[in-house]
């Protein structure tokens, strides 16, 4: 298999090109079909001109959207990813260009294509993006990935690699000692290397060099220190070039913004949202005893603590004989209805209540439990960063690692949440929350497995050297 490499700038600039392009077809075909087809009559020049009007809007929309979605970044993708995206991708610019001829007041556009383009647009971008999706797959293929270990030790990329939904990453090899050897004695047999911090310092230098060389990805553990670094200030003091690594705040200026836009769009959300949430309370009100809403003390911004608000998903006594305990995918102590909810994301929407308060951020760490922040600040003093920020109705660790079970790679990410914060960043985290939707992995809690500490066995085609 050919050494893989990241998605050319050019190649995607090339399907962004190709995407307006498909998309502007497919709207006035979608036109074509609604008074040709449909009513056959010809189209009457006051819709030509409230059309192409309206037009501008709805592809500014749609490049806008499908950026934010993710859908150009294809190495982590699944076809079904792709199905789902465009999908999401359409429904959202159908809104844009119906909000778009009422604000215009482009009252001759009519509603029936918007639609028909709705429909015509999932299946013939969607197929288009598939096509895509197949010729990326087979010019790149499969990255090899080697992953270097230590003896008797439980690696979590291992499991990672195992467990990754997405083809594009093939786990084909683990390396537990001699490792330079062993590198120099396959190094046609991979692409990419991914090196554990188990092993001396001294042999993953000469790892490193033998692996710059021979011009192999490497792939790092995202550790404290490695974050730290992240968006640093590089200055010279005389001959001396030093770097100043920025702290794990959000600047002023975007926190003003930020908090600005969270209380906007939950206002304007809470009124969208307020007939499903009235269903929900209904369904829970009479299929459970027990309160509408749940309460529960979870911390925020500075270590304050607050009451998040959730639509009740469990017995009201759920707790009272185990006390607090994690979630898990199969929880018994979950309702038939509450599983719904739950996987819907529906239990979390009167959390929008928490972030016109100031609780809570519409993106951001997800609240803990006092019980669990004492305990996980135990286990790793850098803990509370976290709390530099508000807490999330959704957040980094929920769209990129399907919310990883284990706490400590859920600061991991959202510490890089912190670091790499933009307004930009929150709008694409918010677009792709959306897609969490249609994943029901994503919406479970730790998986009982994962819970019990079991690991995947590793399969007979990938090759352990000792």
């Not at 030093?242 to 002023?252: D, E, K, T, Y």
Request: proline residues 5%.
């Amino acid at each position: 298999m050919a050494r893989t490499e990241n998605f050319a700038k050019t190649e995607k600039l090339l399907m962004v090109v190709a995407d307006l392009v498909l998309f502007s077809l497919v709207l006035w075909l979608a036109v074509w079909v609604r008074f040709v087809v449909i009513s056959g009559i010809p189209i009457q020049q006051r819709n030509v001109d409230d059309i192409t009007a309206t037009f501008i809007y709805a592809l500014a929309g749609f490049l806008i959207v499908s950026a934010f979605s993710g859908i150009y970044v294809l190495y982590n993708k699944t076809p079904l990813d792709v199905i789902i995206i465009t999908l999401i991708d359409q429904i959202l610019v159908a809104g844009i260009i119906a909000a778009s001829t009422f604000a215009g007041s482009f009252f001759a556009f009519p509603r029936g294509v918007i639609l028909i383009n709705l429909v015509l647009g999932t299946v013939i971008i969607g197929a288009f993006r598939l096509l895509v999706y197949w010729v990326y797959r087979k010019r790149r293929g499969n990255v090899r990935v080697a992953v270097l270990t230590v003896p008797d030790h439980e690696s979590k990329a291992v499991q990672n690699f195992l467990s990754n939904r997405s083809p594009r990453h093939r786990l084909t090899h683990v390396i537990e000692g001699d490792h330079i050897a062993h590198l120099r004695a396959h190094l046609a047999e991979f692409d990419s290397v991914h090196v554990s911090d188990q092993i001396d310092a001294s042999t993953r230098r000469g790892v490193y060099d033998l692996l710059l060389e021979e011009n192999k990805q490497i792939f790092l553990t995202a550790d404290f220190q490695r974050l730290l670094m992240i968006n640093p200030n590089i200055m010279s003091i005389e001959d001396e070039s030093i770097v100043l690594v920025s702290p794990f705040r959000i600047p002023g200026e975007y926190e003003l913004l930020k908090r600005v836009i969270d209380f906007l769009a939950a206002l304007v959300l809470l009124v969208i949202a307020s007939p499903v949430m009235l269903v929900a309370a209904l369904l829970v009100k009479f299929t459970s005893p027990g309160p509408v809403l749940y309460k529960q003390v979870r911390v925020t911004k500075d270590n304050r603590e607050f009451e998040v608000l959730k639509f009740r998903s469990m017995a009201a006594n759920a707790e009272k004989a185990s006390g607090p305990v994690l979630a898990t995918s199969n929880d018994a102590r979950v309702t038939t209805v509450g599983k719904y909810l739950r996987s819907m994301r529906i239990d979390e929407l009167p959390q929008l209540i928490n972030v016109l308060r100031g609780d809570m951020s519409l993106v951001g760490p997800r609240p803990e439990r006092p019980f669990f922040v004492q305990q996980f600040t135990e286990i790793n003093p850098h803990y509370p960063l976290r709390h530099n920020v508000r807490a999330g109705v959704t957040g980094y660790a929920q769209v990129y690692g399907k919310y990883a079970s284990d706490f400590e790679s859920k600061l991991n990410f959202d510490l890089l949440y912190i670091k790499r914060y933009t307004p930009v960043l929150d709008v694409k985290i918010m677009l792709q929350t959306v897609k969490i939707l249609f994943d029901k992995v994503s919406s479970q809690g730790l998986d009982d497995a994962e819970a019990e500490g079991m690991l995947r066995p590793l399969p007979a085609d990938v090759t352990v050297l000792r």
